[in-house]
């Protein structure tokens, strides 16, 4: 049996409706508390991932900066995203087992 990675239940909650995408979405749910994982693109642009590591430690929300733009992207069957808000407890959880400890920059 194939192991799931990341981006296979990155699609997998887009799907079930439990994802937000985009940059002015994530940062207007952030602070709402519906957000339980946030997961940025590597290559993003410095200034988002400074954004958005300051936003979920103030909220309390685990920040992950994993994978590529292009990767997640495709993985949630959008163009051109970067920044993904996992609204779903039992998703958030699991993406972050499957994702290295090292990438975690808050929680």
């Given at each position: ?27 207007h ?11 940025i ?13 300051a ?17 997640l ?24 087992k ?10």
């Amino acid at each position: 049996m194939k192991k799931k990675t990341p981006e296979n239940y990155l699609g997998l909650a887009r799907r079930a409706g439990k994802i937000v995408s985009g940059y002015r979405t994530c940062v207007h749910i952030i602070g709402k508390g519906s957000i339980k994982l946030m997961i940025i693109a590597d290559d993003s642009s410095a200034n988002t991932k400074e954004k958005f590591t300051a936003l979920c430690g103030k909220y309390g929300v685990p920040c992950m900066i994993y994978g590529t733009t292009e990767s997640l992207s495709r993985a949630a069957g959008l163009s051109g995203i970067g920044v993904f808000g996992i609204t779903d407890r039992n998703f958030a959880d699991v993406m972050i087992k499957e994702i290295s400890d090292e990438t975690i920059i808050t929680e």
